[in-house]
């Protein structure tokens, strides 16, 4: 199983930014995908996920409405599509294979990239 | 949301000791709860689901209980390959929330 995520930088407070992650080694279209970040110093935080077939996605507030998770089963990529980014958006991201459904209902994240990093400032 | 508090924060121990880390939940999340291990640099791993089914390949010296509020994970003798953050994390209901990490620390 390999994840790779791509398209972290330097941006300004509101502009955007759309990260992708390349999956391999496992059945991609049949899998949950999720987004999980961790700022310096801080926890991980949970941004999204996304379901096997696109029809249900899933935000943590302090993103939804500027933040859109996406997948192309076809070329086994995710994407986030991140807008109006703030400081504290400024965080490692990390793609990872939700895992939901797999063995049990149960949203826990089984394999993950190494992540990209984000960094919003002026 | 539920929120997720480990203790201790971080603590330090030896090569061989045994060593738990605490996880309460702001309220009852059954069984839903998985655990993590943080290196910097690396891609996180999981260690434990469902609060007490170890993951594939991971050493048998991991072990989680619990269920309701109050969970554990706990490492029966640390090795050197495990010193890390450990952290876990709930899937009750959404969001999705984590704890805020334990640091192991070499002794």
């Known amino acids: 199983v390999q994840l790779v995520e791509s398209g972290g930088g330097l941006v300004k407070p509101g502009g955007s930014l759309r990260l992708s992650c390349s999956a391999s080694?496992?059945?991609?279209?049949?899998?949950?995908m999720g987004w999980i970040r961790q700022a310096p110093g801080k926890g991980l935080e949970w941004v999204a996920y996304?379901?096997?077939?696109?029809?249900?996605?899933n935000y943590a507030d302090s993103v939804k409405g500027r933040f859109t998770i996406s997948r192309d089963n076809a070329q086994n990529s995710m994407y986030l599509q991140m807008n109006s980014l703030r400081a504290e958006d400024t965080a490692v991201y990390y793609c990872?294979?939700?895992?939901?459904?797999?063995?049990?209902?149960?949203?826990?994240?089984?394999?993950w990239g190494q992540g990209t990093l984000v960094t919003v400032s002026s | 949301d539920i929120q997720m508090t480990q203790s201790p924060p971080s603590l330090s121990a030896s090569v061989g000791d045994r060593v738990t880390i605490t996880c309460r939940a702001s309220q009852s999340i059954s069984t839903y709860l998985n655990w993590y291990q943080l290196k910097p640099g690396k891609a996180p791993k999981l260690l434990i689901y469902s609060a007490s089914t170890l993951q594939s390949g991971v050493p048998s010296r991991f072990s989680g209980s619990g269920s309701g509020t109050d969970f554990t994970l706990t490492i029966s003798s640390l090795q050197p390959e495990d010193y890390a953050t450990y952290s876990c994390q709930h899937s009750y209901s959404a969001p999705i929330t984590f704890g805020q990490g334990t640091r192991l620390e070499i002794k």
């Open positions: 990872a294979r939700d895992a939901f459904g797999v063995v049990i209902m149960n949203h826990y994240f089984d394999h």
């Open positions: 080694g496992f059945s991609f279209s049949d899998s949950f």
């Open positions: 996304i379901s096997s077939g696109k029809s249900y996605t």
